[in-house]
């Protein structure tokens, strides 16, 4: 019998979390592999050619096509600014002119003799893409971008609007059933992205926006708010072009009382730097809206499992603290580490260790019933 499986939403409280960050045309990569990078930093840049411009001059001057390369004043690959002179017609023995002015900024690309007409080509537009994340550069392409890693707590949503957004995350919520009123949002929220619980009031919304707030995450919205919000009824197609502020639902539509889970992992990460998405699909190739919290400054299990490994573990020499009984409690330090097994009055056959405590006292114990204090 076949089966239908639905993708659960995650909620990570410690993720490697690792993204491409590509360039939409062939560019330069500002860091190399190794480098530590925070959000907002520009790790990779391109140009984009400019807009182009045309200038009928033959019309502005009133001569035929075929006169038009005669009457340029300036040559193809040649840097004009708006209201320069580009071509010139003179009449009556050279006692009138008449003039036609570049109407913007750019470099000649073509003169045409067959329509007349003058392209201009504007400055190249650039683009920048950010890290996005604090984190570690891991892999570079060359010329197309670069992977960014990093170890955080990963949230995603059900439903999302906005584009990428980085601030500090804020608590603006008792509990996962509080409403987020326009009450509760002040002043110094600006650049912020705020933590509510069960929904955010349209008038909320609005004034998030007036404040300057980034970002807002919250259980629920109700549609009709998001159609008024937005000025338009979303279809089918991926968001996350939108612009203002991005807004993160983690349960549905309506009041929806954000899950206790997610609460309460959030809102232990309130006061560090977060970054979000509000892009979404939920056609194929899904896409869901997200909350990346980079773990900095807090000792994740990945850097535990890190000291693990470079722990030389027990040793002669090395200061233990007895976790079984008899010696419970009791410190020392290992004089000798038998390779033998010894029989254990259990009649088990274990490792054993030789430690001398504190007070003197010289004992054999099992490897198991000691822990290592690493200094």
């Known amino acids: ?8 939403l995650k909620v990570l409280t410690e993720a490697v979390i690792r993204k491409d960050r590509l360039l939409p045309l062939d560019g330069e990569v ?43 004043k300036v040559a193809i690959g040649e840097k004009v600014t708006e209201g ?5 017609m003179k009449s009556f023995f050279g006692l009138l002119s008449n003039k036609c002015e570049s109407s913007t900024d750019g470099t000649v690309e073509n003169i045409s003799s067959v329509t007349g007409q003058v392209i201009l080509r504007e400055a190249p537009l650039p683009v920048q893409v950010t890290s996005y994340l604090d984190g570690l550069v ?32 804020v608590l603006r919520a008792e509990d996962p ?9 002040k002043p110094e929220d600006k650049g912020k992205i705020l933590l509510g619980g069960s929904i955010v009031t349209a008038e909320a919304l609005k004034k998030a926006m007036e404040v300057g707030v980034v970002g807002i995450v919250v259980g629920g919205f109700n549609d009709k708010d998001l159609r008024d919000f937005l000025g338009y009824d979303l279809g089918v197609a ?20 954000m899950a206790q889970a997610t609460f ?5 990460r309130c006061g560090m730097m977060a970054s979000i998405n509000g892009a979404t699909q939920i056609r194929a190739g899904v ?38 009984e008899p010696y419970f409690g009791r410190l020392g330090e290992v004089i000798s580490m038998p390779a033998e097994l010894r029989k254990l009055e259990t009649e088990a056959m274990v490792r054993v260790l030789e430690a001398k405590f504190d007070d003197g006292t010289i004992a054999v114990i099992p490897r198991a019933n000691v822990e290592l204090i690493e200094t």
């Open 177 to 185: 059933n509080t409403i987020l009123e326009a009450s509760t949002i």
């Open 138 to 169: 891991s892999e570079v392409y060359p010329r197309k971008g670069i992977q960014v890693e990093t170890t955080a707590t990963f949230v995603q949503g059900i439903f999302g609007i906005g584009r990428e957004a980085h601030g500090e995350l």
């Open 1 to 8: 019998m076949a089966t239908a499986y639905t993708p659960g």
């Open 287 to 324: 896409i869901r809206p997200e909350i990346i919290i980079p773990l900095t400054g807090v000792k994740t299990q990945r850097d535990v499992d890190k000291e693990k490994e470079k722990s030389p573990g027990l040793a002669i020499g090395s200061r233990i603290r007895a976790i079984r």
């Open 30 to 72: 500002l860091v190399k592999k190794g480098d530590k990078v925070k959000a907002t930093d520009i790790v990779a840049e391109t140009y984009l050619p400019g807009n182009v411009v045309t200038v009928n001059i033959a019309n502005k001057l009133g001569i035929s096509p075929e006169d038009v390369p005669g009457a340029m």
């Open 84 to 88: 320069q002179a580009i071509a010139e």
């Open 264 to 268: 309460d992992l959030l809102k232990s």
């Open 238 to 257: 991926i968001t996350g072009n939108e612009e203002g502020i991005t807004l993160i639902v983690t349960e549905g539509f309506g009041k929806m009382r």
